[in-house]
């Protein structure tokens, strides 16, 4: 998993993002992207619930990463600096929340949500009507409901935390573009040019993750864009550095709570 999108197609963020209107508090928008899209990084006034109903996206906030598949969604606080990528082709959709609303105000950023059967409906519902229709008394109500269903979403652990200490960043950035490298610290320290023991003490201080379980997280959140993209669990466990296909199908149920090829139906 990794960060760079140089060569992916950009694109703009929607307009929609940027509209301030206290009489339209939740807004919608969606579009189709193609595998390997990102839509340019940027910021908007508004709070996004971003959700794929096909494929996989990548949020990228940050040093911190966050993996969306279509049985959840991401919250992005308004004036949070983020860019999406698409692991996957992926059938987008958006909920803009006007920045006089209070949503979520307790999440320091951004958050990777379990999705429920009334938001993923309330989600299509809003999108049934153009931004620019008149927000009437139904409509307001609707908007109120998907205000209350936003703030009760569990938050799930799809997320990656990243660093800020240089030497932190040149072995997470390696390992994200190699996650199945399977050197221990003690061999890997001296890509970041510092000792196993001041590594292992960054992970902790600006993580809040052992090395270790920051690495189990890193693979397991690649596998899960590697079945966006229909990959076996096999090729899964063997790509990822797995000693087996069934270590990597048990590290994968440990985690969460189901087998790898019935994660992306099942509601995670």
């Known amino acids: 998993m990794t960060t760079d999108i ?14 301030c209107d206290p009489a339209r508090p939740v807004l919608a928008h969606g579009r189709v992207l193609r595998m390997g899209a990102s839509v340019a990084p940027h910021s908007h006034p508004r709070g996004q619930l971003l959700w794929a109903m096909r494929g996989v996206l990548r949020v990228v906030s940050g040093a911190s990463v966050w993996i969306v598949p279509p049985s959840h969604a ?23 929340v006007d920045p006089s609303c209070s949503v979520r105000t307790g999440d320091p950023g951004c958050a990777v949500l379990l999705l429920t059967p009334l938001m993923r409906a309330l989600i299509l519902r809003m999108g049934e009507d153009p931004a620019e229709a ?79 379980q920051w690495r189990a997280r890193l693979r397991l959140l690649s596998a899960i864009e590697r079945l966006g993209r229909g990959e076996s669990s096999t090729a899964i466990a063997w790509s990822l550095g797995y000693s087996s296909p069934s270590a990597f199908v048990a590290a994968f149920r440990q985690q969460f709570g189901c087998p790898p090829q019935s994660y992306l139906q099942a509601g995670g």
Not at 76 to 92: C, N, Q, Y
Not at 151 to 167: N, V, Y
Not at 175 to 186: E, H, K, M, Y
Not at 193 to 199: C, K
Request: glycine share 6%; charged share 20%; proline share 9%.
């Open 74 to 96: 991401v919250w992005i606080p308004g004036g949070t600096l983020h860019h999406v990528v698409t692991e996957s082709e992926a059938d987008t959709r958006n909920l803009y």
């Open 6 to 19: 140089a060569e992916t197609t950009s694109f703009t963020p929607s307009a929609t993002a940027f509209v």
């Open 134 to 212: 008149p927000h009437d008394a139904r409509r307001l109500r609707l908007c109120a409901v998907v205000l209350d269903e936003i703030a009760a979403l569990p938050e799930a652990p799809l997320s990656l935390p990243g660093g800020h200490d240089p030497r932190l960043a040149r072995l997470a950035g390696h390992l994200g573009q190699n996650p199945a490298d399977p050197r221990p610290l003690t061999e890997l320290a001296a890509i970041a040019g510092a000792s196993p023991r001041t590594l292992e003490r960054l992970f902790r201080a600006e993580t809040g993750l052992t090395f270790r």
